[in-house]
DNA sequence: TTGTATGCGTTATCAT
DNA sequence: ATGATAACGCATACAA
């Protein structure tokens, strides 16, 4: 079996001594800068085809100080709407010329530090940061790689660009929608709190009930630990939250998941939706369609989301000028109606 | 804002002046190779610390011609099946000390040998392509890369190593519960079919049939275009097919996409799922839960997928022997049984 | 237009 | 046990 050690690169050294010139021209042909003649450009890029040269990107970044690699932090790339951004991201920068490192944090602070080094050991380019628990304090965190944090805060906003959703005014938007419907009694199914966009959500849940002249029941707010998310266990604990008592006829889940949970809940309670309760999630998962009824939702425009991250990344690699409004951008969310409410 | 060019890294060199040594023994110290004194040890590591030095692998790499960086080739990350995939790849080559560089090819073939030579060039110890379209050929494209191909036939065995979920065993337990609960006419919905991994699955539905003295009718394989998988689109084609006057008692998806599709179009027919027509699909999707009826699929053993791959890889990359079946795996799947049966 | 020489940060070889 | 030196492949300043 062929092993990888025993490869013999051609280098371009080699394509230099193979078409006599130095390696100098070598380099300024295939890079095409510098000046050199038309006939030389074609005899070295001849032998260049001929011996299937390929360039070492390895000697290139550590010549240049650059990587043309960027690094991804993402929770859990097997989350539905995370691994859409990052198939996104990597297409957009593919596009660009970037190749990306993924990095699967699952939250955990320790092994976000450990790859963060590694990262930087590794000469990536810039960051793109999503979501994770904690602000992301590019002090604590010696990383001066740049860095463009999206639905998380940077502590330190001179160090870092903040991008995000609008999740504030998807709360805002899910609530009013309920409202509009003529639900009075609202709830609110949350987990992850300190997670900004959880924060954000539920944010805009109150203040569309304050706009709208309604109050926000303390025992309407069902908190979910954020190690049972999983529908089944989301089911029991809105059950409990029914089982004593508590009336709603609308619920705004911060996402799909808790959403999915609530209206099994609402089944086993004996309660209808959307003719007794209406139900809103967020993140529009593909589950959506599926669930019955089908779940209505607050959609997150992904697309954007990346590319605007993206754009905003090569921006600081390019070290172009910046806005201050560039440096912190929100993304509009959309609703989308389905046989929930 | 701090820009990524005027960091001034620290070096093994600089380490070495601040504690009296020279650069080739702060090398050993790091690598913990060599011979030093333990005050020498103590000494280094301590100037180390104080100064927060962090490892350039870039030049690391050039040097040992070793990137500790897998490249992953895979169709498309936004797949739930693929993204898990990924995920547990991921996080065992982390705790093995390997980055992964990750790729869409979208079954482009172009993509695919643009991104074989990029990543050739970072010097990646390794490749693991998952799935995609043709056969995948090592020696047209001309990587020495070692390489662990997973549910996609390398076309020379004696440079790649393949593994794969025992795709036609799926296809053969699938369609044999569907016998087994007393449908005879059976049906299959397939798309890909140039995919490895879905020829075996329709092999072990043509096998099934034999096995148990029934015929394969043509009719009924429904073969849905490669560009046209959404629900919506599968239905009207499976429709077709209804409306053609052929008849099912039962049906087997090659995939959960196209069992939601075909669930939507014996509704949409008046046939009850499972009363009138059972249906099987297969990857175990999240949504099959959620579909009402619940979908019965053929389940992949994932975790032992990534796992058998990685280990498989890294052995190749630390060049330890292995025997003929090692090269060659197949990971056993089984069948999750819901109300679609 | 082209060549020479240097250095990026590291490891490995060969001395001492 | 430790140091001097070369080499990995490339880009660039400077010279010609």
Redesign the pocket.
């Known amino acids: 079996m062929m092993n990888g050690n025993d490869e013999n690169?051609i280098?371009?050294?080699?394509?230099?001594e193979l078409s006599?010139?130095?390696?100098?021209?070598?380099?300024?042909v295939?890079?095409n800068?510098?000046?050199?003649?038309e006939?030389?450009?074609r005899r070295v890029m001849k032998v260049i085809r001929e011996n299937n040269?390929?360039?070492?990107?390895?000697?290139?970044s550590?010549?240049?100080?650059k990587s043309f690699t960027i690094g991804v932090l993402v929770p859990d790339i097997s989350n539905a709407f995370f691994s859409s951004v990052v198939l996104r991201m990597e297409k957009y920068l593919y596009s660009k010329g970037y190749s990306v490192i993924i990095c699967n944090t699952d939250r955990d602070e320790h092994k976000e530090m450990a790859y963060l080094r590694t990262l930087e050991g590794k000469m990536v380019d810039g960051l793109l940061i999503i979501s994770g628990d904690q602000e992301f304090d590019t002090s604590v965190i010696q990383t001066q790689t740049l860095t463009v944090c999206i639905d998380r805060k940077p502590k330190n906003t001179e160090n870092a660009v903040f991008i995000s959703s609008d999740h504030y005014h998807g709360g805002l938007l899910a609530t009013e929608t309920l409202i509009k419907q003529g639900c009075k009694k609202l709830g609110i199914i949350i987990s992850h709190e300190n997670l900004y966009s959880s924060k954000e959500r539920l944010r805009g849940f109150k203040d569309a009930l304050e706009k709208n002249g309604l109050t926000c029941n303390p025992n309407r707010i069902i908190k979910i630990n954020d190690k049972e998310t999983k529908p089944e266990e989301v089911k029991l604990h809105v059950l409990k939250s029914f089982r004593d008592g508590n009336l709603y006829d609308g619920i705004f889940a911060v996402n799909d998941r808790l959403a999915f949970g609530t209206m099994k809940a609402c089944q086993d309670f004996g309660w209808k939706v959307p003719e007794n309760v209406k139900i809103i999630g967020f993140d529009d998962d593909p589950l959506c369609t599926y669930s019955s009824p089908s779940l209505s939702s607050v959609k997150q425009d992904i697309d954007q989301l990346a590319k605007v991250s993206c754009d905003i990344l090569l921006k600081l690699i390019n070290s172009e000028m910046m806005t201050s409004t560039e440096k912190c951008q929100m993304i509009p969310t959309s609703i989308i109606l389905r046989e929930s409410v």
């Open positions: 690169k280098s371009i050294k080699r394509i230099a006599g010139v130095s390696p100098a021209t070598v380099s300024r295939i890079n800068n510098g000046r050199f003649s006939k030389t450009r040269y390929g360039m070492n990107y390895v000697a290139k550590l010549r240049m100080k």
